[in-house]
């Protein structure tokens, strides 16, 4: 199966990548698209390889086959658990980040990513003193300070409570649809069915399907009672 | 680099537990160490229970009295001495550990002395449940009355060789409150010349025998004077260093306090500002082309070094008015600090490279900084040749031993070899390269 994305230009494309790890493999020929401003959901099993992919989409790991286009642009990521200083405030995090990415304009882009986090009231909080969920738009807002034009973020609401996921998707969703592509991987199946224009299934480190969350359903004849049993009875019928 | 640094020295700067303990634990050693060796050892109480009377505190050699009570502050002066009137008074004391010890001095011990027919003996109580206060009273015991019985023999000695010059050379001698002349062997010689030419030949050779004979016991016993003084003290030491400096105990010690101050400071810092990277997230996302693996190494190599250097410094100042130590050499103590820091830090950030996390981290720092240290301070000959091999092997692989030669050179002048300075930056070279490997391997 290969993603062959649904709308062009694409900002990043992945062909062919395979990953082992000892004797395992933990991506195994996969390929992914993602086009300006869309919202693309990985879901699968535990193990299927999803955080490999979004790992090597990262630059974070090296594939062993395949290769990365992004056509020179830097990738946004955003780790499953927050990357940030505790003990240093959500503004002094930003700036330092900033420093690192080696931005001209940085406390221009550290008001701005204050603004679109909504933390501006907490600038000088620590972030050891921050929520889940706040940390969480940190986490993110540093993924975005270079500016990306694909942000890839990796079970972005784990460990979040309904109401601070909720806050935290509409900051998501906000930035995609200023033409940020969003990849992003999660187990929870309803925030694939809810915000993703297009999911792909990873199973036993294979890319199993690649649509809408619609397709999904259809692939298994539809009618069922909601995404997360079509979901199920996709996998079953594949033998997972 | 520079924003790494300063957002470390931010995080350790909102770390008042580690800042305070940075700056108080330098200050608590330097005045530790300064105390214990500005100031001696205070002296150890001992019962003293004395059943000599006071009348019989004299041994007399014919005219000759000694005082034998006045050997005894020989025993007094190294103790706080605790008079006591009983010996079941004297062993109430040791075993409530009101003295560390009680020495009796039986009744008897003159009239041993005098008549010399059994050896005089004073008895030690001492209360053995703590082994190392135990060997410290004997040891205590045994040198002061090994002092006391050098300093009766000298004395005993000094009225035998009076005798032997009184023999040998002739004088008074008095006795029961009477004076005598004695001849001497020179004079009765003299004479016995004098009046052998007056003699028959037959008397002239028996005298002449006399003569030979007062010669000759005059001749050795005028030798047996210094075999004698000799045996008052049989055995001189005379010491010669063969290898190493002449650097005292006391400033050694001071090197020593620096460099195990060094050595955790450094350790502790390095290894656990990179292990708190990985703790925090955020090595992934530096090492993601913000920041070089190495850079970021290099980073926490120069605060670990900074720091540490600073704190030690602070450590001698504070020793300093202590003990004398040279301020004029105080570019040769940054200089030897400095290597000797940045070869901790690049062992740091090996360890640190290891571990996952700040606790991992200080662990294995501390686990590993005890038995280096400890290792580095055995002595060649206190354990066998091959082990001493060993152990100089594992030494030559920590910065530890090669620290201590670079701080001796600094504080106390002691020769530097070039290979110590060769040895550490050997150090800082190795570790740093097994830090980065740890880092892609465990990264």
Sequence with gaps: MIDEGRSRPTVLEAHGLVKWFGPRAALDGVSIAAAPGERVAVIGPNGAGKTTLLSILAGIQRPDAGNVETGGQRVGWVPQQAALYGKLTVAENLRLFARLEGRDDVEQVVERMLDQAALGDRRDDPVAELSGGNRQRVNIAIGLLAEPRVLLLDEPSASLDPRQRERLWEFILALAERGTAVVYATHDLSEADRHANRVLVLADAELVFAGTPAELEQAVGGGLRDFETSFVSFLGQLGH | ?443
């Design chain 2, 1 to 443: 680099m520079r924003w790494l640094l300063l957002k470390d020295l931010t995080i350790l700067r909102r770390s008042p537990l580690l800042v305070g303990l940075l700056v108080i634990y330098p200050i608590a050693i330097s005045c530790l160490i300064g105390f214990a060796l500005s100031r001696g050892p205070d002296k150890p109480a001992v019962a003293i229970l004395n059943e000599v009377p006071a009348s019989s505190n004299e041994i007399a050699l014919g005219s000759e009295r000694i005082d034998v009570s006045q050997y005894s502050t020989e025993l007094y002066d190294a103790v706080d001495p605790v008079p006591v009137e009983s010996r079941a008074e004297a062993e109430e004391k040791v075993r409530s550990g009101a003295v560390l010890a009680a020495l009796i001095i039986p009744a008897d011990i003159t009239s041993k002395l005098q008549t010399g027919l059994s050896p005089a003996t004073v008895e030690v109580l001492y209360n053995a449940e703590d082994p190392v206060k135990a060997a410290f009273v004997q040891d205590t015991i045994k040198a002061q009355v090994q002092d006391a019985n050098l300093a009766l023999t000298q004395a005993l000695t000094g009225v035998a060789l009076d005798y032997l010059d009184l023999i040998v050379s002739g004088g008074e001698f008095d006795l029961i409150g009477q004076t005598f002349d004695v001849l001497g062997l020179e004079r009765s010689q003299e004479i016995l010349e004098a009046i052998s030419p007056r003699l028959s030949a037959a008397d002239s050779a028996e005298v002449g025998e006399v003569i030979e004979f007062a010669g000759v016991a005059g001749d050795n016993l005028a030798l047996a004077d210094n075999a004698l003084s000799s045996l008052s003290a049989p055995i001189r030491v005379e010491t010669t260093v063969v290898e190493g400096g002449r650097t005292p105990l006391s400033s050694f010690a001071v090197a020593i306090a620096i460099a195990v101050s060094l050595m955790f400071v450094t350790l502790l810092l390095a290894s656990g500002t990179l292990a708190l990277e990985r703790e925090e997230n955020a090595y992934a996302r530096l090492t993601r082309g913000l920041v070089a693996p190495s850079a970021l190494l290099t980073e926490k190599v120069v605060l670990a070094a900074v720091c540490s250097l600073a704190v030690t410094l602070l450590m001698l100042v504070g020793l300093a008015l202590f003990v004398g130590l040279e301020f004029g050499r105080a570019p040769m103590w940054i200089a030897a600090l400095a290597l000797a820091a940045a070869a901790f830090a690049a062992m740091g950030v090996a360890l640190g490279a290891l571990t996952r996390d700040v606790r991992a981290a200080s662990l294995l720092a501390f686990m590993i900084a005890l038995p280096i240290a400890f290792l580095a301070l055995v002595p060649s000959g206190a354990v066998s040749p091959g082990l001493f091999g060993a152990i100089t092997a594992v030494n030559a692989l920590f910065p530890f031993g090669p620290t201590l030669d670079a701080l001796d050179w600094a504080l106390n002048g002691a020769p530097l070899a070039l290979l110590t300075v060769a040895h550490l930056a050997a150090l800082v070279a190795a570790y740093s390269v097994v830090g980065r490997v740890a880092l892609r391997r465990f990264g």
